[in-house]
């Protein structure tokens, strides 16, 4: 991409998808794009301008996969914030020519199946869509709904969230719902899918729903930026808070551009953007505080 105009960051993400599909193939590995420009096209989503691309390998080739695409001079991204460290489950890469990241996952947070049968699982149902001239494999529709659903589920106190959670509800056909019981009992995903599934008046549809884990209740009960960096800068080590201060005050442009799709990448366009920022975290900072307070109380009381 040298010094030629940037791409648009849609034909980035098509092309960076189309790279990876490549890297993958030619090393012997089995992925799967998720989310993004594939639920667009299955029509489960509204065009919406992805900031990165979402791709699920098997868990035994993340490291792999990864030191593949570092080879082609995509490197890791420190996180901005970990709600808690131990749920990580992606590694985000970014590329000094690129105006797009790449999220590697090696397994999707409310599937309580193991990584490594949800991927089989998934993959033995995929189907295939063209993007930049190359067929890729992207989930089943009814898997790609449930991606969407847990995606939206575990962030229900972001407006954008709410909105696309609300219209997924409007573009599944009632012909999918038995699909999607069966689905997600066989990702065991039913118990953090109760909410999409009541919605859509399944509920009561025989499947077996089982308990969400610690991972799934922390991060539903625990939600929002600010609330997540406080997490961190509670949780981190003395030597790694400065960081995650730094990262919760000044984030990158790609965390800015996913709450505001025409940001302004002028200075006085960020600085604008920055402000606005810290006065949120600001006002949301007594929620925030609840929020911990709540959840960990909760914890408590469970063990």
Not at 83 to 99: C, D, E, I
Request: proline share 6%.
């Amino acid at each position: 991409m040298g010094g030629a105009e940037p791409l648009h960051q849609d034909e980035a993400v098509l092309l960076a998808t189309a790279l990876v599909d490549h890297v993958a193939a030619s090393s012997g590995l089995n992925v799967l794009f998720i989310k993004g420009p594939a639920a667009t096209m299955m029509g489960i989503r509204g065009h919406h301008v992805s900031a990165d691309v979402d791709v699920l390998v098997r868990p035994e080739h993340l490291d792999e996969m990864v030191d593949h695409l570092g080879g082609r001079g995509w490197l890791e991204r420190p996180s901005g914030v970990t709600v808690v460290r131990r749920y990580s489950h992606s590694r985000t890469l970014y590329h000094p020519q690129w105006n797009c990241d790449i999220d590697v996952h090696d397994r999707f947070p409310g599937m309580e199946a193991s990584p490594g049968n949800a991927f089989d699982t998934l993959w033995r149902d995929r189907q295939y869509l063209v993007m930049a001239a190359r067929p890729v494999p992207v989930p089943s529709k009814p898997a790609a709904v449930i991606f969407q659903a847990l995606h939206s589920l575990r962030s229900m106190d972001e407006p954008r969230h709410q909105r696309e959670y609300s219209a997924l509800l409007h573009r599944v056909d009632v012909t999918m719902h038995q699909d999607l019981v069966d689905l997600s009992a066989e990702l065991q995903a039913t118990a953090a899918l109760q909410p999409l599934l009541a919605d859509l008046g399944i509920a009561d549809m025989p499947a077996l729903q089982g308990t969400v884990s610690e991972e799934w209740r922390h991060r539903t009960s625990v939600q929002g930026p600010g609330t997540a960096y406080l997490v961190s800068l509670v949780e981190s080590p003395w030597r790694v808070k400065p960081l995650v201060l730094a990262r919760a005050l000044f984030p990158s442009r790609q965390t800015l551009r996913e709450r505001d799709l025409h940001l302004d990448d002028s200075v006085a366009g960020l600085l604008r953007a920055h402000v606005a920022r810290w006065r949120r975290g600001m006002a949301g900072l007594p929620a925030a505080a609840r929020k911990i307070r709540d959840s960990r109380r909760r914890q408590r009381s469970a063990a």
